[in-house]
Nanobody, 126 residues
C-alpha cells in the first residue's frame, strides 16, 4: 500500500521557519523523483520544489528560491522541505508527491506525479 504522509506544518510568524517532512512507503523510492507542491485557497496547485531520484538535481519555483531547500534521505524514506524567511503568501496546504523517474533532472509537472500525500497546512501570519 502506497503512503505519503506529510507533517511539520503549522502557524508561524512572517520571517519564521518550518521544516516539512514526507515519509513514504509502499514503493521503491530510489526510482522516484519527489516534489513538494502547494495550494492556496482559491488558487491552483503549484509546484514548489523537486529533487531527482539520484539526489543530484533540485529545482525551485522562483518565489521560493534562496528561502526553501528540498532534501531526501532514502534510508529514512523521507523527503524534507526546509522553509526559511516565510512570507504570508507562502500560506497554503503543502503536498508531497512521487513520480517514477529514474535519473536525470527533476520537474514539477503535476499530471506526471503518481502518488500524493494528504497535505499539511502552513499558515504564515502575525
Amino acid at each position: 500500500q502506497v503512503q505519503l504522509v506529510e507533517s511539520g506544518g503549522g502557524l508561524v510568524q512572517p520571517g519564521g521557519s518550518l521544516r516539512l517532512s514526507c515519509v513514504m512507503s509502499g514503493f521503491t523510492l530510489r526510482y522516484y523523483q519527489i516534489g513538494w507542491f502547494r495550494q492556496a485557497p482559491g488558487k491552483e496547485r503549484e509546484g514548489v520544489a523537486c529533487i531527482s531520484s539520484s539526489d543530484i538535481s533540485t529545482d525551485y519555483t522562483d518565489s521560493v528560491k534562496g528561502r526553501f531547500t528540498i532534501s531526501r534521505d532514502d534510508l529514512k524514506r523521507t523527503v524534507y522541505l526546509q522553509m526559511n524567511s516565510l512570507k504570508p503568501e507562502d500560506t497554503a496546504v503543502y503536498y508531497c508527491a512521487a513520480d517514477l523517474k529514474y535519473g536525470g533532472g527533476c520537474h514539477t509537472d503535476i499530471p506526471e506525479y503518481d502518488y500524493w500525500g494528504q497535505g499539511t497546512q502552513v499558515t504564515v501570519s502575525s
